[in-house]
Nanobody, 126 residues
Framework: VQLQASGGGLVQDGGSLRLSCVASGRSITGYDMGWFRQAPGKERESVAAISWSGSSTFYRDSVKGRFTISKDIVKNTVYLQMNSLKPEDTAVYYC????????????????????WGQGTLVTVSS
């Protein structure tokens, strides 16, 4: 599966953005999908993930209540709605796919995701 992320940009503290990740080549119904980010000088970290069935989601603690991951199977697209953005959310955001797993809880481990998009930059100004 090929992934194309978009929707990043410059936003003020407290603002909102919606990232999109369009998949091609395969249906996202066959994949767990995740959003990850990497800030300058830091390691890539998980942000949110959703299982292939949609029954399980993951959010890192710092984004809970502010970010929402969702997907549109018809559009073969995964979204990350980001509200109440903070300067510490500034990073390059990547979407990724993991071949469908049957674990009860969706993985948030970077190493479990084998397909990656190119990243989109989110900058939150204070």
């Amino acid at each position: 599966v090929q992934l194309q992320a978009s929707g990043g940009g410059l936003v003020q503290d407290g603002g909102s953005l919606r990232l999109s990740c369009v998949a091609s080549g395969r249906s996202i119904t066959g994949y767990d999908m995740g959003w990850f980010r990497q800030a300058p000088g830091k390691e890539r970290e998980s942000v949110a993930a959703i299982s292939w069935s949609g029954s399980s989601t993951f959010y890192r603690d710092s984004v809970k209540g502010r970010f929402t991951i969702s997907k549109d199977i018809v559009k073969n697209t995964v979204y990350l709605q980001m509200n109440s953005l903070k300067p510490e959310d500034t990073a390059v955001y990547y979407c990724a796919a993991r071949t469908r797993s049957y674990t009860r809880v969706v993985s948030s481990d970077t190493s479990d995701f084998g397909s990656w998009g190119q990243g989109t930059l989110v900058t939150v100004s204070s």
